[in-house]
């Protein structure tokens, strides 16, 4: 599979470059960035033979079979779109949309094409989480809380991901994967009771905390933050009649992590042992692409996680992402 990525961004060496050396029949083949100079450096430094001008050549380049697209929130769902368009799989990075209804137009053209569309939630592909699952699904009796957490410092706040014309804030970057693992542990997909929003400037959430209601009627929490006195907790609860599960460091269980397990008084730990989630994650896109594979995220589970995000900023007063 050859795949091309879209921009010279941060975080593609870790969620691409370096896991493709490791993932048999991948290749990185062809980036393109807003400014050639940095595409070129990009291609020098990490051994990618062609450089596109563009992002539109990049997608109508008939070499590649899929793109990645690691660019700001707002242009996921344009050049998702694009790509598809070209008749490109592709890889997303959360958020995968702006909101909900741009999720859904997407998802439609996905399944119209045929091809794989998949939003890069890393974590869901490790270990940790098929172990988590198992344990809350087995052990722990009826789920009656589930509590998670994506809390960082991120200080610098000239970057994008304040910026609410490039669909920013806490809630769409942080909060994406707590709204995202609080769904993958609970019992059902929840509503949202209420939210409370620190603002950073103007509609843009340096921190947010929402309460949600299973169908099932248990509870859950979501807390987010890329600056607010919690400054770095990311960790998972989860509740039962039985007992208890914590996780910490759920979404990046290759550096450290921790799985407490308590039930019926008993405590224990655990760890599951696992490549970077990166890693877990690319070899799950090609499986998709190259032998129809299914994929854990696919659009249909990303629009059910872009409601959750903007029925979190209604219930905080504050405009939905990619919105007058």
Not at 208 to 231: I, K, Y
Not at 283 to 296: E, I, N
């Amino acid at each position: 599979m050859r795949i091309g990525t879209l921009g010279a961004a941060r975080i593609a060496p870790a969620a691409l470059i370096r896991p493709a050396r490791s993932v048999e029949n991948v290749e990185v083949t062809a980036v393109a960035a807003r400014d050639r100079s940095r595409a070129e450096g990009f291609a020098s430094k990490h051994g990618i033979p062609v450089v596109h001008g563009t992002y539109q050549s990049l997608v109508c380049d008939p070499s590649l079979d899929a793109i990645y697209n690691p660019l700001p929130n707002a242009l996921h769902a344009e050049w998702t779109l694009r790509a598809l368009e070209a008749g490109k799989h592709v890889l997303c990075e959360k958020p995968f949309t702006s909101n909900a209804d741009e999720a859904r137009t997407v998802a439609e053209a996905a399944k119209q094409s045929g091809l794989v569309v998949m939003e890069a939630f890393h974590y869901r592909y490790h270990p940790l989480m098929e172990r988590a699952l198992q344990i809350v699904g087995t052990e722990l009796g009826e789920i009656r809380h589930v509590e998670t957490w994506m809390c960082f410092p991120l200080p610098r706040f000239s970057d994008i991901r304040y910026s609410l014309e490039l669909a920013g804030g806490s809630l769409m970057d942080a909060g994406c994967y707590a709204v995202h693992c609080l769904r993958t542990l609970g019992p059902g997909e929840p509503s949202v009771v209420a939210a409370r929003a620190l603002l950073r400037s103007p509609g843009v959430d340096r921190a947010m905390a929402a309460d949600l209601r299973f169908p099932t009627g248990a509870t859950g929490r979501v807390h987010a933050s890329m600056w607010s006195g919690q400054l770095l907790k990311v960790a998972a609860h989860v509740q039962g009649e039985r007992g208890s599960l914590h996780i910490t460091n759920y979404a990046a269980p290759q550096f450290f992590h921790r799985v407490t397990v308590t039930v019926d008084g008993v405590r224990r730990r655990e760890r599951v042992p696992g490549e970077a989630t990166y890693t877990h994650q690319l070899r799950a896109f090609a499986a998709a692409v190259q032998d129809g594979t299914p994929v854990l995220t696919p659009p249909q589970d990303s629009i059910a996680n872009m409601t959750v995000i903007d029925d979190i900023y209604r219930k905080a007063g504050l405009p939905l992402r990619g919105t007058p």
